[in-house]
Antibody, heavy 118, light 107 residues
């Protein structure tokens, strides 16, 4: 059974950098293990894809966030870290980490609401 | 960037069939995946690659795709099916797009 859980700060001020950690179990970021991605959802709005990292360090970022986004992994700890620079109030959202397998987001973390305000 | 569009809301009578569409220029050449999101919960994959059902998802959920439109069909709708439904497409190897989500109401 695959599980994922997000952790990190729930409140930030504008211009700060968001760093979230996804700790997962039930799979490994090794050949055949797929990837780990990030999706966010502003309150009462649609899902937005941020990016994904695969077992071989291949990374794909949304064009809308590429300049602000970094995703890294620690295979030994079964963790993936998302960093988003220059946070703004419009970045207030629930952030989900997801297991990516053959293009599908087949398992999701519970999500973490991150609020940005001055 | 490419867009996919969904109706904002769909209503269905209890026990009847609901259809939720996902349209866009890229739909015809891409695989579409569908997620159910109940209030206050994380999304759950209910259909992948147009018409495949993950284990544990009831047979009442089915998917299809034709031309520039993909459709999620929910047969014998139940109160527990009330949720937001999101379609998702990889429009390229580097870009994922979600539809705006459809709120399903079971009357």
């Amino acid at each position: 059974q695959i599980t994922l859980k997000e952790s990190g700060p729930t409140q930030l001020k504008p211009t700060q950098t968001l760093t979230l950690t996804c700790t997962f179990s039930g799979f490994s970021l090794t050949p055949g293990g797929g990837g780990v991605g990030w999706v966010r959802q502003p309150p009462e709005k649609a899902l937005e894809w941020l990016g994904v990292i695969y077992w071989d360090e291949d990374k794909r970022y949304s064009p809308s966030f590429r300049s602000r986004l970094t995703i890294t992994k620690d295979t030994s700890k079964n963790q993936v870290v998302l960093s988003v620079t220059d946070m703004d109030t419009v970045d207030t959202a629930t952030y989900y980490c997801v297991h990516v397998d053959v293009g599908t987001f087949d398992s999701w973390g519970q999500g973490m609401l991150v609020s940005v305000s001055s | 960037s490419s867009e996919v569009t969904q109706p904002v809301s769909v209503s269905v009578a209890l026990g009847q069939t609901a259809s939720i569409t996902c349209g866009g220029d890229t739909i015809g050449t891409k695989r579409v995946h569908w997620y159910q999101q109940r209030p206050g919960q994380a999304p759950v994959l209910v259909i992948y690659r147009d018409d495949k059902r993950p284990s544990g998802i009831p047979e009442r959920f089915s998917g299809s795709s034709s031309g520039n439109t993909a459709t999620l069909t929910i047969s014998r709708a139940q109160p527990g099916d009330e949720a937001d439904y999101h379609c998702q497409v990889w429009v390229s190897t580097t870009e994922v797009v979600f539809g705006g989500g459809t709120k399903l109401t079971v009357l």
